[in-house]
């Protein structure tokens, strides 16, 4: 089954930062526009960020914008995302996904891999 893996993830105190990466070895990311999730223990996976193919179109959900940073690397078949200024509420289990293009639906998503823990703490 094809899928991606992230890593990156950790332990950081609250205003930290990490960055996460996403990367596949089945399969060529270039071909798809890539989007990062996170759920939360209790709460529903929700979009976070989402780069096109080319990387010249990005969106964030609010609570992140100017906080996180996507972008990728089509060399090395992988993108990452860029946090920076941690909250205790981003604390979370991040995931990244393909799609043809950047969707708001989680549903039209493909490729999930098996996630990546980020904890805020102090």
């Known amino acids: 089954q094809l899928q991606f893996v992230e890593s990156g993830g950790g332990l950081v105190q609250p205003g930290g930062s990490l960055r996460l990466s996403c990367a596949a070895s089945e399969f060529t990311l270039e071909s798809y526009a890539i989007g990062w999730f996170r759920q939360a223990p209790g709460k529903e996976r929700e979009g976070v960020s989402c780069i096109s193919r080319s990387g010249g179109y990005t969106n964030y959900v609010g609570s992140v914008k100017g906080r996180f940073t996507i972008f990728r690397s089509n060399t090395k078949n992988t993108v990452y995302l860029q946090m920076s200024s941690l909250a205790p509420e981003d604390t979370a289990i991040y995931y990244c996904?393909?799609?043809?293009?950047?969707?708001?639906?989680?549903?039209?998503?493909?490729?999930w891999g098996q996630g990546t823990q980020v904890t805020v703490s102090s």
């Open positions: 996904a393909a799609a043809a293009q950047c969707y708001a639906s989680n549903d039209r998503y493909f490729y």
